[in-house]
């Protein structure tokens, strides 16, 4: 399964300063970036076996560490699960990820490949 989240996703610095504006908005950031992320979910049958995911991240610079960037595979992750697609996001359900990096200013988006372990 392949998907594709257009623009970019916010990053850990976003996420924690949110938390620490006050104590509603990292909730309300966290669940409507889920929200945007479930609308490019296709619809997929439960995956039955673990899966390894791929994530890259497609910037339009260089501007923000690449460890920020790839926090957000925390709300993909758990976009998926509120989906149906993953039954769970913890050890029993993921076997890892991989993550690349890369720019195109005019097309930044997140491409996500799944892939069902044997």
Do not use: C
């Amino acid at each position: 399964m392949r998907f594709e989240i257009p623009g970019t996703l916010p990053n850990l610095n976003t996420y924690t300063k949110e938390n620490r504006s006050n104590k509603y908005a990292g909730n309300n950031l966290k669940k409507d970036t889920e929200k945007l992320i479930s609308l490019y979910i296709p619809k997929y049958k439960p995956y039955e076996k673990p899966v390894t995911i791929e994530f890259h991240w497609v910037e339009p610079n260089k501007r923000r560490d690449l460890d920020n960037i790839a926090f957000a595979k925390k709300f993909i992750l758990d976009a998926l699960v509120k989906s149906g697609v993953l039954q769970g996001d913890g050890w029993r359900h993921v076997e890892g990820f991989t993550d690349k990096f890369s720019v195109d200013k005019k097309n930044p988006r997140v491409e996500v490949s799944i892939y069902e372990e044997d």
